[in-house]
């Protein structure tokens, strides 16, 4: 049973631009979360989607969007870069809920120059 | 806001010995906890869930919960060098998120 892979595994961008992360979940799940890991910040939930639908959202700015498509892949996007974006970002899937945990993906590495 | 504290150590212990992390939160509706364990460089692993008062045994690792204290612990039990990591203590959070803590970095020394 493959895992949850994410694409790219290490992005380097520049301020100002925007990047487009992908997240293919486990094989018939259908949520999928988004993290943001950073070393001051630990663990930050960004969003989670369930058949299409954003579900739940984090605080962050609305520069950080996401969709899910009908086959369970989403996507993240990060519009006008910050320096204070870099972290790894981590998408994660779960049959339906939280309640049984999740499994993460590899994470993509992002680095704002 | 509902928090997740954990001692960021590091908790260093010697080979074959029990490592003890802890774990406390805050909201006291709480109802899945969770261990994971993460190594450097890579993505967090889950190793326990615990839902329910009392101990949960899986091979080297039992998990604690005391709901009434508001804390979870994970014992390793002949800890090995295998199992320095950081170690992520998380909570369900409602509206399908879990909530994490900083997490303990343990180091066991051969």
């Known amino acids: 049973k493959a895992g949850v892979t994410q694409t790219p595994r290490y992005l380097i961008k520049t301020r100002g631009q925007q990047v487009t992360l992908s997240c293919s979940p486990i094989?018939?799940?259908?949520?999928v979360s988004w993290y943001q890991q950073t070393p001051g910040q630990g663990l930050q939930f960004l969003f989670e989607?369930?058949?299409?639908?954003?579900?739940n959202k984090g605080n962050f700015p609305g520069r950080f969007s996401g969709r899910q498509f009908s086959n369970s892949r989403s996507e993240m996007n990060v519009s006008t870069l910050e320096l204070g974006d870099s972290a790894l970002y981590l998408c994660?899937?779960?049959?339906?809920?939280?309640?049984?945990?999740?499994?993460f993906g590899s994470g993509t590495r992002l680095t704002v120059v | 806001q509902k928090e997740v504290e954990q001692n960021s150590g590091p908790l260093s212990v010697p080979e074959g010995a029990i490592a003890s992390l802890n774990c406390t939160y805050s909201d006291r509706g709480s109802q899945s906890f969770f261990w994971y364990r993460q190594y450097s460089g890579k993505s967090p692993e889950l190793i326990m869930f615990i839902y329910s008062n009392g101990d949960k045994e899986d091979g080297r690792f039992t998990a604690q919960l005391n709901k009434a204290s508001q804390y979870v612990s994970l014992l390793i039990r002949d800890s090995q060098p295998s199992d320095s990591a950081t170690y992520l203590c998380a909570v369900e959070g409602g509206g399908n998120k879990l909530v994490f803590g900083a997490g303990t970095i343990l180091r066991v020394k051969s």
């Open positions: 989607y369930f058949s299409e639908t954003q579900r």
């Open positions: 094989s018939g799940h259908r949520s």
């Open positions: 994660a899937s779960s049959s339906a809920t939280s309640s049984y945990g999740y499994t």
